[in-house]
């Protein structure tokens, strides 16, 4: 298949970028700012490339109403990286090693398999036996006294799973995996220690991690922990101990000019409102697509969905695609469909969704 136009890009990261953002990186790509050479081609530490680093890291403090006793870090490695470096620089902070997790779904299930190799990953509370349909009532977590945090995922990409709000959980600092919903609402960020997120779902390119962290919980990592994980080194080294991924944090940058442009979080929060319900109320009416997801919990970003006859799934594939809805295919491991709506996904995209789904039910 081929378009002459942009398509309406449903994937759930690396995912659909604005289109302003694109063209600007377009029109800058070979001489950027009148320098003769493109911003991938200079060093990481000429005065031009930690004038857009250090414009970023501000925008983006701005943007999430980030307190100064929070270090933003730029780092490679993703979310999966940040599932190992978590429980490497905060795990001496209790008497034996060891954290509590809420279990929500596949990248929840994820964190606590890689925290094993550093120490003990308690299971406070899953959703497992419920397959990941719904968060477990805060009054049923087993926390533990001696967990030297908690993590959550505040959004489940796969399973479309999306906590209302940060939960409270005592003293232990909450560490928020929040991939696929940064900048998509208001976000109380003293509420967590550490905020996490690669910037593919919500933001900008792939290669670029969003790692915010409260001071007080930096300097306190394993003698093992890698040096380009140890918070305490890269925030010496203003994440530069190694080369930082300078074209996605360029675009990152951009990316945040244009938040701020639209009319910032609470745009982005009021736009994500708007997007979803349109797809989860017609869903909820219909005979044909259902949402599996408890009502208070369904992602905003991540909308899943279910034909409820399996067998047209192929057919509903095949005709989005043709009419340029490309993605939809849910997570191999969840089935059905997915329609990732991200900042960069225009009303207009979901409003062409919805009507490719109630056109596609009439001929069913
Ligand atoms: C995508 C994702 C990750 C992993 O990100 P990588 O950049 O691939 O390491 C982790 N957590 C959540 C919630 C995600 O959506």
Redesign the pocket.
């Known amino acids: 298949m081929s378009f002459d136009r942009r398509i309406y890009n449903f994937a ?2 690396p995912a659909t970028l604005p289109e302003e953002v694109l063209q600007q990186t377009a029109d800058e790509l070979l001489n950027w700012h009148g320098l003769g050479t493109s911003v991938m081609e200079i060093s990481h530490r000429s005065k031009e490339f930690m004038a857009v680093y250090e414009e970023t890291l501000a925008d983006l403090r701005e943007l999430m109403s980030i307190p100064d006793d929070y270090e933003i870090l730029l780092l490679q ?7 190992a470096a978590i429980p490497m620089n905060l795990m001496p902070l209790a008497k034996k090693p060891k954290a509590d997790f809420i279990v929500t779904g596949i ?1 929840s299930e ?2 606590v398999k890689e925290a094993q190799k550093y120490g003990e990953a308690h299971v406070a509370a899953t959703s497992l036996n419920g397959h990941f349909r719904s968060i477990p009532e805060r009054s049923t977590w087993q926390l533990s006294k001696d967990a030297a945090y908690v993590h959550i ?6 399973g479309g799973v999306e906590f209302a709000h940060f939960p409270d959980v005592g003293t232990a600092p909450l560490v928020a ?4 919903n940064i900048l998509s609402k208001k976000m109380d960020v003293r509420q967590c220690g550490v905020l996490f ?2 910037a ?2 919500n933001i900008g390119p ?1 290669g670029v ?1 969003i790692v915010i962290v409260r001071k007080d919980l930096i300097g306190h990592a394993m003698a093992i922990t890698p040096s380009i994980w140890d918070w305490a080194k890269e925030v010496a080294n203003q994440s530069m101990f190694n080369t930082p991924p300078t074209f996605p944090i360029y675009v990152s940058g951009l990316v945040f000019k244009w938040i701020k442009r639209q009319g910032g979080i609470k745009e982005m929060e009021r736009r994500s409102q708007v997007k979803s319900s349109l797809l989860y109320d017609f869903i909820d009416q219909s005979s044909l697509y259902e949402s599996r997801v408890d009502k208070n919990c369904r992602s905003r970003t991540n909308v899943t969905f279910f034909l409820k006859d399996e067998g047209l799934n192929a057919e509903f594939l095949a005709q989005s695609n043709e009419a340029g809805l490309a993605a939809l295919r849910g997570h191999k491991a969840a089935g059905g469909m997915r329609a990732s709506i991200y900042n960069a996904m225009p009303i207009a995209g979901v409003e062409a969704l919805l009507a490719f789904m109630q056109e596609f039910e009439r001929r069913a």
């Open positions: 759930a990261g490695g993703g979310g999966i990286g940040q599932n990248w994820k964190s995922c505040a959004n489940e990409t796969i995996d929040i991939s696929s997120a690669g593919q779902k792939a991690t």
